[in-house]
């Protein structure tokens, strides 16, 4: 694969920069501590009303994983779908699928990951240099499909502000439940304004090693081989910036659910941002992203190529930030996406579709003495058309995917927020959103066997936009080296789309029939209501020869059919987390216990997944060598060696969470 050239150009570079040209050599650029995601004025995370999750280089070390999904996924209120391994999609608060918005840098990831859960999604934790996860509606900003939370990856490509010298990192990673074999590189260079980065990863799997007492030693068809990058460049002075960036994912992976399909998966996105501050007149900053993916994907049956996936995206965002009114700061904002979606193959159960948004949106915030308050709307236009056609239904004599047709919705959303400091040690933080999010193409339009689920997944053309009501309050402890939080948060929905069993079988074809061997499933609107509790600290117990730290973290979802008070599918039981972390100088241990405990609150169809605890630990050192600074580190998971299954996940029955294992890393930074 091409990107293999410009991973060994990063690597010699960060090799010959650090040995050569010491003079220039710099840590590699750290990223603001302003959170960006959620507030388009940009705030300091204890600052901001909704509750935001950052990852930074050393949480990425400690929890960084091959997807996604399972890096954040035991931040609180926030887990994983779990497909195996390779595919593993963030869920928030209950909530998954087109309710989570994923972005790159603020802009739009455009792939297949949210239509089927053994499509992965085109991010890979080792170039990522930080993570923020917003945990709740942020539809005011990203659209409805934002209605749970977002997860925004940072990785620096189009670098906003000046650079001088040389920096970079290298890293190797070693073990791991699966066996990894990964190396990643990145460098960067400024001087005078202009700045350039390059980065590259490849990353091998095998198998994946699970419990002796699951039934088998390793999880079938769960090994992968993965590679890509970036390069971007800019121009950044004191009054703004503007650059480019191309990078690339490119994946073949099994899939788990099935013995003998791979999945090949390709992925191209080209960016131009840019900003402008300090402009003279009503509008004071202006600041744009613009993108264009390429993705595709075709699923290989015995080798042999059976569907294929492609989904072609260009989204558009642009803020405009205007001078004080009175006692209001805020920002005005509008969006555009499109995207071309088709599936072509026995087993696309979806039709070929296009799907068009634009919004404009509105960001305000004021503050009365200590009392901050922020509020805002956004108007949203979606359009989504199908081509119709398919393969016949032997039950109606017509194609599968209909005639062509199109549906449009306008989407409305508004937001109310308020933080308040009672003292210099607590401060209590509250929300109310009103959100609105058009239904999906495969929502809409799907018709066909779904091979991931096992199921026959069934559309309705007819459904309306879903829409919900939200309130969130936190209550937050920051006293010395302590911090915590508490919050509980409660959302109502008049028609929640869900994908429900209607209890009648079908044929591969289609054909109904009480023997068929597909459960037929069908997205249908349903009143539900979700809620739950976040609970976090992290307290300094003593300085004894270094500092000793306990981090302690719970949270809890419920979700329920309002008419029939049955809980809603693949809801995650109740967790909780406690470690110790110890700190000196250049060592640093932690020792963690994470669990689960029973769920039994089950859907129609579903079965009850037993609770389970986790022993996990990480040690790690750090040295200078050479001019160069060394971290090396190693984790272990799941030391005894536990079976535990994720109730979220369609793939419990047979996927059960990795085994024991041992990973090693070294880091080089200059």
Same mark, same amino acid.
């Given at each position: 694969?091409?990107?293999?050239?410009?991973?060994?150009?990063?690597?010699?570079?960060?090799?010959?920069?650090?040995?050569?040209?010491?003079?220039?050599?710099?840590?590699?650029?750290?990223?603001?501590?302003?959170?960006?995601?959620?507030?388009?004025?940009?705030?300091?995370?204890?600052?901001?009303?909704?509750?935001?999750?950052?990852?930074?280089?050393?949480?990425?070390?400690?929890? &960084?994983?091959?997807?996604?999904?399972?890096?954040?996924?035991?931040? *609180?209120?926030?887990?994983?779908?779990?497909?195996?391994?390779?595919?593993?999609? *963030?869920?928030?608060?209950?909530?998954?699928?087109?309710?989570?918005?994923?972005?790159?840098?603020?802009?739009?990831?455009?792939?297949?990951?949210?239509?089927?859960?053994?499509?992965?999604?085109?991010?890979?934790?080792?170039?990522?240099? +930080?993570?923020?996860?917003?945990?709740?509606?942020?539809?005011?900003?990203?659209?409805?499909?934002?209605?749970?939370?977002?997860?925004?990856?940072?990785?620096?490509?189009?670098?906003?502000?000046?650079?001088?010298?040389?920096?970079?990192?290298?890293?190797?990673?070693?073990?791991?439940?699966?066996?990894?074999?990964?190396?990643?590189?990145?460098?960067?260079?400024g001087k005078q304004g202009f700045n350039l980065h390059a980065d590259g990863f490849t990353r091998s799997t095998s198998d994946l090693r699970i419990p002796d007492s699951s039934g088998a030693s390793r999880l079938r068809n769960s090994a992968a081989d993965t590679e890509g990058g970036g390069i971007g460049a800019s121009?950044?002075?004191?009054?703004?910036?503007?650059?480019?960036?191309?990078?690339? =994912?490119?994946?073949?992976?099994?899939?788990?659910?099935?013995?003998?399909?791979?999945?090949?998966?390709?992925?191209?996105?080209?960016?131009?941002?840019?900003?402008?501050?300090?402009?003279?007149?009503?509008?004071?900053?202006?600041?744009?992203?613009?993108?264009?993916?390429? =993705?595709?994907?075709?699923?290989?049956?015995?080798?042999?190529?059976?569907?294929?996936?492609?989904?072609?995206?260009?989204?558009?965002?642009?803020?405009?930030?205007?001078?004080?009114?009175?006692?209001? +700061?805020?920002?005005?904002?509008?969006?555009?996406?499109?995207?071309?979606?088709?599936?072509? &193959?026995?087993?696309?159960?979806?039709?070929?579709?296009?799907?068009?948004?634009?919004?404009?949106?509105?960001?305000e915030e004021t503050r009365i003495g200590a009392l901050k308050l922020t509020f805002g709307g956004r108007l949203e236009r979606v359009e989504v058309g199908t081509e119709g056609g398919g393969p016949i239904d032997p039950n109606t004599a017509a194609p599968r995917f209909e005639p062509a047709q199109e549906r449009r919705?306008?989407?409305?959303?508004?937001?109310?927020?308020?933080? =308040?400091?009672?003292?210099?040690?607590?401060?209590?933080?509250?929300?109310?959103?009103?959100?609105?999010?058009?239904?999906?193409?495969?929502?809409?339009?799907?018709?066909?066997?779904?091979?991931?689920? &096992?199921?026959?997944?069934?559309?309705?053309?007819?459904?309306?936009?879903?829409?919900?009501?939200?309130?969130?309050?936190?209550?937050?402890?920051?006293?010395?080296?302590?911090?915590?939080?508490?919050?509980?948060?409660?959302?109502?929905?008049?028609? =929640?789309?869900?994908?429900?069993?209607?209890?009648?079988? +079908?044929?591969?074809?289609?054909?109904?029939?009480?023997?068929?061997?597909?459960?037929?499933?069908?997205?249908?609107?349903?009143?539900?209501?979700?809620?739950?509790?976040?609970?976090?600290?992290?307290?300094?117990?003593?300085?004894?020869?270094?500092?000793?730290?306990?981090?302690?973290?719970?949270?809890?979802?419920?979700?329920?059919?309002?008419?029939?008070?049955?809980?809603?599918?693949?809801?995650?039981?109740?967790?909780?987390?406690?470690?110790?972390?110890?700190?000196?100088?250049?060592?640093?241990?932690?020792?963690?216990?994470?669990?689960?405990?029973?769920?039994?609150?089950?859907?129609?169809?579903?079965?009850?997944?037993?609770?389970?605890?986790?022993?996990?630990?990480?040690?790690?050192?750090?040295?200078?060598?050479?001019?160069?600074?060394?971290?090396?580190?190693?984790?272990?998971?799941?030391?005894?060696?536990?079976?535990?299954?994720?109730?979220?996940?369609?793939?419990?029955?047979?996927?059960?969470?990795?085994?024991?294992?041992?990973?090693?890393?070294?880091r080089a930074s200059f």
């Amino acid at each position: 694969m091409q990107f293999k050239s410009l991973l060994g150009g990063a690597v010699a570079a960060a090799a010959s920069a650090s040995f050569s040209v010491p003079v220039y050599a710099q840590s590699i650029q750290t990223l603001p501590a302003v959170v960006v995601t959620g507030n388009p004025l940009g705030s300091e995370l204890s600052d901001l009303v909704s509750p935001v999750s950052v990852m930074d280089d050393h949480d990425l070390t400690l929890r &960084g994983a091959s997807t996604l999904g399972e890096t954040v996924g035991n931040l *609180p209120g926030v887990s994983s779908t779990w497909f195996g391994p390779n595919s593993s999609r *963030p869920v928030i608060r209950g909530m998954d699928g087109d309710r989570v918005r994923i972005l790159g840098n603020g802009g739009a990831t455009v792939d297949a990951s949210s239509l089927s859960f053994d499509h992965a999604t085109t991010v890979d934790p080792l170039v990522v240099e +930080r993570v923020e996860v917003v945990r709740g509606p942020a539809a005011l900003m990203y659209g409805g499909n934002a209605m749970g939370g977002v997860v925004n990856t940072l990785d620096n490509r189009i670098p906003q502000s000046a650079m001088s010298g040389v920096s970079g990192r290298v890293d190797g990673v070693v073990g791991g439940a699966d066996s990894t074999r990964a190396l990643a590189g990145r460098v960067e260079f400024g001087k005078q304004g202009f700045n350039l980065h390059a980065d590259g990863f490849t990353r091998s799997t095998s198998d994946l090693r699970i419990p002796d007492s699951s039934g088998a030693s390793r999880l079938r068809n769960s090994a992968a081989d993965t590679e890509g990058g970036g390069i971007g460049a800019s121009w950044a002075g004191d009054k703004g910036y503007i650059g480019a960036s191309y990078g690339l =994912y490119d994946s073949t992976y099994g899939t788990v659910a099935e013995p003998n399909v791979t999945i090949d998966m390709r992925s191209e996105r080209w960016d131009l941002a840019g900003e402008a501050t300090d402009l003279d007149g009503f509008i004071t900053g202006l600041k744009f992203r613009a993108g264009h993916t390429d =993705y595709r994907h075709v699923e290989l049956d015995g080798g042999t190529p059976a569907t294929r996936f492609f989904n072609k995206g260009t989204d558009l965002r642009v803020e405009a930030s205007h001078r004080q009114i009175g006692a209001f +700061r805020g920002v005005i904002g509008a969006q555009l996406d499109s995207s071309d979606f088709s599936a072509l &193959g026995d087993e696309a159960f979806v039709p070929s579709t296009r799907t068009d948004s634009r919004a404009l949106f509105l960001f305000e915030e004021t503050r009365i003495g200590a009392l901050k308050l922020t509020f805002g709307g956004r108007l949203e236009r979606v359009e989504v058309g199908t081509e119709g056609g398919g393969p016949i239904d032997p039950n109606t004599a017509a194609p599968r995917f209909e005639p062509a047709q199109e549906r449009r919705f306008t989407a409305r959303s508004a937001a109310l927020g308020a933080i =308040y400091p009672l003292n210099d040690t607590f401060s209590v933080s509250s929300q109310f959103a009103h959100t609105e999010r058009a239904p999906t193409f495969y929502e809409l339009f799907a018709n066909g066997p779904h091979a991931a689920t &096992g199921n026959y997944e069934v559309g309705s053309a007819g459904l309306q936009k879903e829409q919900s009501n939200s309130i969130d309050a936190q209550l937050r402890v920051k006293h010395g080296e302590h911090s915590g939080s508490l919050g509980a948060y409660y959302s109502r929905f008049g028609n =929640y789309i869900a994908l429900a069993g209607t209890g009648r079988n +079908r044929e591969e074809d289609g054909l109904l029939n009480p023997a068929g061997e597909l459960p037929e499933f069908a997205y249908q609107a349903v009143p539900a209501k979700f809620y739950g509790m976040e609970a976090q600290a992290h307290l300094l117990l003593c300085r004894c020869a270094g500092e000793l730290h306990l981090d302690l973290q719970a949270d809890m979802v419920r979700a329920t059919n309002r008419d029939t008070g049955e809980p809603l599918p693949r809801i995650a039981p109740v967790r909780g987390m406690a470690a110790l972390n110890w700190h000196r100088e250049a060592v640093n241990l932690r020792m963690e216990v994470q669990g689960a405990s029973r769920q039994d609150r089950v859907g129609a169809g579903e079965s009850e997944t037993a609770g389970y605890a986790l022993v996990n630990a990480f040690a790690s050192y750090a040295f200078t060598s050479g001019g160069v600074n060394w971290e090396a580190w190693l984790r272990g998971n799941n030391l005894f060696d536990t079976e535990a299954r994720n109730h979220v996940s369609f793939l419990k029955g047979i996927a059960p969470m990795p085994g024991r294992s041992i990973m090693a890393g070294l880091r080089a930074s200059f």
